[in-house]
């Protein structure tokens, strides 16, 4: 059997001879670089992506286009009815019309799709290999076979390996195998025939580190990965609509009946009302039907949805929040609770330790940042201020212990590039790499330790700690965590060089100082040490690489002392707080820090008043859910909180219909994420495990920036809810005018001037123009319309408020009725009889016709500065768009043509206009516009 053929039966160094890969240093980079472009990038099989000509041609799949081609074959009959005389123009027009809006479809589909995989190139999976002796994060298509991955709490195993080391490592591979249970895993072999779930030798794909760390070398990359024969096993499967494409589907679906209906009637009116019922009366009162039912639905929405969606999460992206999905946006924009984690977001993630406590004293360093500058120097008279006396003695020999003891049972590397420090790896360790620096002492350890195994940190122990060789002592044990966790596994404490008894009386002083710390919004760590004893240390050599629990030597410890770290608020996020409330979106910190520096940050930021009750996750833990929910509507800060306490918050907040944002890091983040309406995770600190389960992505952990996203989401809101309002109105303008103009036909004279008995306030080349130019530009344009209203000067929408209201079908109604009368009134106005008899009152039927639909068209351009808001005058702001306005200049010109270019004119049945026309057609349409200011004025008065 060879060792890659069932890797998991195979001893791990054999899997990594067979490979050729150095285990300690990993491959080198060209040898990686040859294997990835030999094999391919590490990516699960795909459907290939549809050809380009596909995706046009599917532009013509849809119900209305097939309307439109039926329209052209009714009037190529019409034309071969008429004679065949000349070109069959309305065929060849509408054949156009429908080619080129499956042009601008195609375009704005290209434009959507261009945009989510941009996104989805940021929001790639990463992995951490080790190639040339070093440690490289890398786009996780890059793993190529044989690569060394290095796996820690949070991360997504980025291809199928075989473990090498493992400590405390617990793996979730439910995606796998349906065991929602944490799998614990070490590099022992298995039996070749054991189960995909007992094959605890192996980590896969698209599984989760839940705890510990390992090394594993990889086996199986891209459709070779057991999730690769899943994915070659399964189709694509659609996407369920958003409650907003829901509803625009409906919208679209009653428009679709209502018109219909409408057609019919409209063709049966004109047949009714025919003196001449021959077969091109016909054919021209089932083109003209045709025409109106296609142009009164807005076909285009989901084309212009997509784009307004697409554009809008690019804008959020700039601005460093990465939504993983365009449909996301609607729930963003009506967040009323945020929950957010302290450190990092709320603050600046510069972990700097401030003060050191031991049993001896108090010790200040000074500097804040990575940059090593500042010192370490003793505080006699505990005021926060360095004494001028060098640091020296008792207290010198504890502090020494406590920063090298940080350092070692760390991860972390500080490093330095153009003279800007830096820390890779988790900030708090940092903090003590830069202050062991700040004393000196950081050379004292050179050559001296050794790692040789160690007990992870997990959120439910608070704690984390290492074993080292050491040249004077033998083995030690070295823990770091919270300091009440941490005291109670001690019995010692050092003092003056020795280890001594860690009594009350310490303990109580000990106490006091982590509280005073911790108000001052500091975070403390403590450190402790033991010698272990030759038994314990042979076992810790017999254990090899470390697959051991070495959780039970926590015992016994001595206490070294005890660091206040401090990590200061971001600048920007008391304003973002503020910002929120006054949007009516309420901020919540949940952190497992202590509870009064959860306190003190919170009130420094706003969060909450200084002194306001803090619940701690212990008071959480003894409260039924009927409790929690009244806590929950009177506390804003909560601290020394666990996985479950976060989801038991999210839940509450929904059940009294809160739309919920969480923040998270960790993997045991995760779960609350994916629980919340918003799932926000870190794109900096944060595991790859949270940032898979969550919505959004921070690429600068920022709480700013989530507020950013709220009123971009509020903002791309409104803007849809315009080109609705927009393209609604102008459809129903369209209806109406065509509608009642059949219906009233012989009132305002229009009958009087047909030659066949079919009457036509506008023929069907007409109609479809209108379309085109009103609904494409103007409407994309509103979808990037800068705020006219101050968006987060309201409350958070409802989940359960209709897209499109009462209200705005009411405004529909009246904006589409006043352009119908607008469009008729013109007609009757040129037209001789009718109800308007005036001077010019002398055209033929095709100039005031002409008239007639140039005053629609210029009536739905005045619409869209209408339709920009619900309440707002359409002269505040009036020039903010200049798309907008390029849109509106653009349709005029298109329009000026198809009235005076002769070779337009025959096309669309238009005659020239002269000035007294193009002033009337001005003042006509505008009427939309004054109509609508009159409606929002009362709107505004009665607020």
Not at 49 to 75: E, H, Y
Request: aromatic share 4%.
């Amino acid at each position: 059997m060879a060792p890659t053929d069932h890797p998991w039966a195979q001893p791990a160094d054999a899997v990594a001879a067979a490979l050729g890969t150095d285990a300690s240093t990993g491959l080198s980079a060209a040898e990686a670089a040859r294997l990835l472009a030999e094999h391919g990038p590490n990516e699960l099989p795909s459907k290939p992506p549809v050809p380009a000509w596909k995706r046009f041609l599917a532009q013509f799949n849809d119900p209305l286009v097939f309307l439109l081609l039926g329209a052209i074959v009714i009037s190529a009959i019409a034309w071969v009815l008429e004679g065949a005389h000349g070109i069959p123009v309305d065929s060849l027009v509408i054949l156009a019309v429908v080619t080129l809006n499956a042009v601008l479809g195609f375009i704005q589909e290209n434009k959507a799709a261009d945009a989510v995989a941009a996104l989805s190139e940021m929001t790639k999976a990463t992995s951490t290999v080790l190639r040339d002796g070093a440690r490289l994060v890398i786009p996780s298509s890059e793993i190529v076979v044989g690569d060394i991955l290095i796996l820690g709490e949070g991360d997504q195993v980025g291809a199928d390996a075989r473990l090498l080391s493992a400590a405390a490592l617990r793996v979730v591979e439910s995606s796998l195998t349906g065991e929602a249970d944490a799998i614990t895993k070490s590099s022992d072999a298995v039996a070749a025939d054991a189960d995909l779930a007992d094959r605890t030798g192996m980590v896969y794909r698209g599984t989760s580190v839940a705890q510990g760390t390992g090394r594993a070398i990889v086996v199986a990359t891209g459709g070779d990965t057991e999730m690769g024969a899943i994915a070659r096993m399964l189709d694509a499967v659609e996407e369920e609509p958003t409650p907003l494409q829901e509803e625009i589907h409906q919208i679209s679906k009653m428009l679709g009946i209502i018109v219909v209906v409408i057609a019919v009637v409209v063709v049966g009116t004109l047949l009714i009302l025919a003196d001449d019922r021959s077969a091109e009366t016909v054919i021209h009162a089932l083109l003209l039907g045709v025409s109106l039912a296609v142009a009164a639905v807005p076909e285009g929405l989901p084309a212009i949805l997509s784009v307004v969606l697409a554009l809008g999460v690019q804008r959020m992206a700039l601005h460093k929040a990465v939504v993983k999905k365009l449909t996301s946006v609607e729930t963003l924009g009506s967040a009323s609770v945020i929950c957010s984690d302290k450190t990092g977001t709320l603050t600046r993630s510069e972990m700097t330790i401030q003060e050191v406590v031991t049993a001896s004293g108090t010790a200040v360093v000074t500097g804040i940042g990575y940059a090593p500058d500042g010192q370490v120097s003793p505080d006699a008279d505990r005021d926060g201020q360095p004494d001028a006396d060098p640091l020296e003695g008792a207290l010198a020999d504890e502090v020494m212990v406590v920063l090298s003891g940080g350092t070692l049972a760390s991860d972390a590397e500080l490093s330095v590039t153009d003279e800007v420090w830096s820390v890779v790896g988790d900030p708090t360790e940092g903090a003590f790499l830069v202050a062991e620096k700040k004393l000196g002492t950081d050379g004292h350890r050179e050559g001296r330790f050794e790692r040789v195994g160690e007990v992870p940190f997990t959120s439910d122990r608070k704690m984390m700690s290492v074993l080292h060789t050491d040249t004077k002592h033998g083995m030690i044990i070295i823990s770091k965590g919270a300091p009440d966790v941490l005291m109670e596994h001690c019995t010692q404490v050092r003092i003056d060089g020795s280890a001594q008894p860690l009594t009350d009386e310490i303990r109580r002083r000990f106490t006091d100082h982590i509280a005073d710390m911790s108000g001052r919004a500091l975070r403390t760590l403590g450190v402790a040490y033991r010698v272990l004893d030759e038994a314990e240390a042979a076992r810790v050599r017999a254990a090899g690489q470390g697959d051991a629990d070495f959780s039970d030597m926590e015992r016994d410890l001595v206490m070294a002392g005890v660091v206040g770290i401090i990590d200061p608020p971001r600048p920007e996020a008391a304003t973002a707080v503020a910002e929120a409330h006054r949007a009516g979106v309420r901020v919540l910190m949940i952190t497992g820090d202590h509870p009064a520096t959860a306190g003190r940050i919170a009130a420094d930021l706003g969060i909450a008043e200084r002194g306001a009750p803090v619940l701690t996750g212990r008071e959480l833990t003894v409260m039924d859910d009927e409790a929690l929910r009244e806590a929950i509507a009177a506390t804003s800060v909560y601290a020394r909180v666990a996985p479950e306490h976060k989801m038991r918050i999210v839940g509450a907040l929904k059940s009294q219909g809160h739309t919920v944002s969480m923040t998270g890091d960790g993997v045991n983040d995760a779960p609350a994420l994916r629980a919340a309406d918003i799932g926000v995770a870190m794109g900096i600190t944060g595991t790859q495990v949270t940032k898979e389960a969550a919505t959004m992505v921070l690429a600068d952990d920022n709480f700013a920036t989530i507020v950013d996203a709220v009123r971009e989401g509020r903002r791309i809101f409104d803007n849809i809810k315009k080109f609705l309002r927009f393209l609604l109105s102008s459809n129903m303008g369209e209806v109406l005018t065509v509608f009642c103009g059949v219906v009233l036909a012989g009132v305002i004279g229009l009958s009087d001037h047909s030659e066949t008995g079919v009457v036509l306030p506008l023929v069907a080349t007409q109609i479809l123009w209108i379309n085109l130019v009103t609904d494409s530009g103007p409407a994309l344009a509103m979808g990037v319309d800068p705020s006219v209203e101050d968006v987060m000067g309201r409350p958070p929408r409802k989940p359960t408020d209709r897209v499109v209201d009462g209200a705005m079908w009411a405004g529909v109604l009246l904006v589409g009725a006043v352009m119908a009368f607008s469009t008729l009134a013109t007609l009757d106005i040129f037209l001789p009889g009718g109800l308007i008899e005036v001077g010019v009152s002398t055209d033929d039927l095709a100039t005031a016709r002409t008239a007639a639909f140039t005053t629609l068209v210029f009536a739905q351009l005045f619409n869209t500065l209408n339709s920009r808001s619900e309440t707002v005058s359409a002269f505040k702001h009036l020039f903010v768009n200049k798309w907008l306005w390029g849109s509106i200049a653009l349709a005029i010109v298109l329009q000026v043509a198809v009235v005076e270019v002769p070779f337009l004119q025959a096309a669309f049945s238009t005659a020239p206009l002269d000035l007294t026309h193009w002033l009337v057609v001005v003042v006509m349409a505008s009427l939309v516009l004054w109509v609508d200011e009159i409606r929002k004025l009362i709107m505004r008065a009665r607020g």
